[in-house]
């Protein structure tokens, strides 16, 4: 987790170091200027630098505090930051007095009446801000992105049935279908969960069969876990593989496009992408002869 920025008074240090403290304590890192200045260091660009790499911005805010400059350059820096969706801004309320206009329209800490009822209210924004981050950072929700951008956009879709449906979600490609001025592609991503085990071919008999139900001719999975079953060879890239849907009559009826990421960089998620792409386009065009 990035570190945590904390605005205050020199007044309010007291409360401050306790509330670092306990927020350290937690296992969070805290961005405490009496820890990371020394003399001759420049205030104002060493500030800057640390709250624009600050994830969230604590502002302590006090009769002292209120007056100050500092806390209203910091302020006024931390909520651009916060409007442009860069961190979050938790104001911590120590003294009741009139808010600044800049914290009245966002939830506080009250810490006015005690410092366990207030810190519990930081707790809580902090793991949530936490599990935020983590949920960013997380495989499926890189792999989407990264898809999204390639592939122009990600649908949900479903087939409907008397007895039941199935919701999945696709990609379209500009190369137009029996049915439709495109054609579409089923989306799956594969996550980890912490076991990099290779995909096993139960895996792909489960896939395979909600794969034909469905109807599509054409899939996309994108994997943290390496294929662990027989696959052919279609592309130069070697984080690509390709497993052929063998209809009743023994002819070929789809595809689906592997790409492996389980060892690459989020910054080369989009070529891998791309050369699946070209692919899948490949095989759609060939599909539709």
């Not at 304590?25 to 990371?36: A, P, S, T, Y």
């Not at 002292?64 to 979050?88: D, H, I, P, Y």
């Not at 898809?147 to 409907?160: E, L, P, Q």
């Not at 080369?268 to 792409?277: I, K, Q, S, T, Y």
């Amino acid at each position: 987790m990035d570190k945590f920025f904390l605005s205050h008074s020199s007044i309010d240090k007291p409360f401050v170091r306790k509330l670092a403290r306990r927020i350290e304590k937690e296992g969070f890192r805290v961005w405490l200027d009496e820890k990371k200045l020394v003399a001759g260091d420049p205030l104002g660009k060493t500030i800057s630098e640390a709250l624009d790499s600050a994830s969230v911005v604590l502002v302590v805010v006090s009769r002292a505090s209120v007056s100050s400059r500092w806390l209203s350059f910091e302020l006024n820096k931390a909520t651009e930051r916060m409007v442009q969706g860069q961190c979050r801004v938790i104001p911590v309320v120590v003294e009741k007095i009139d808010l600044p206009a800049e914290v009245k329209g966002l939830m506080f800490a009250d810490f006015t009446s005690s410092f366990r009822f207030g810190f519990k209210a930081v707790l809580t924004a902090l793991q949530h801000e936490a599990r935020r981050k983590l949920l960013d950072s997380s495989f499926w929700r890189r792999a989407d992105s990264a898809v999204a951008k390639v592939f122009g956009g990600i649908a949900s879709a479903s087939m409907m049935g008397e007895y039941e449906s199935i919701d999945y979600r696709g990609l379209d490609l500009p190369i137009p279908s029996q049915h439709s001025k495109e054609t579409s592609v089923k989306y799956d991503s594969v996550l980890s969960y912490g076991d990099r085990k290779p995909l096993p071919i139960r895996w792909w008999t489960e896939y395979e069969d909600t794969f034909q139900r469905v109807g599509e001719q054409l899939g996309l999975v994108v994997t943290e876990r390496p294929v662990g079953f027989k696959v052919e060879t279609h592309s130069n890239d070697p984080r690509i593989a390709v497993k052929s849907i063998i209809g009743w009559n023994k002819e070929v009826d789809g595809y689906v496009v592997f790409v492996d990421l389980s060892e690459v960089s989020f910054d080369e998620f989009p070529r891998h992408l791309v050369e699946a792409r070209k692919l899948l386009m490949q095989f759609a065009s060939q599909l539709r002869k």
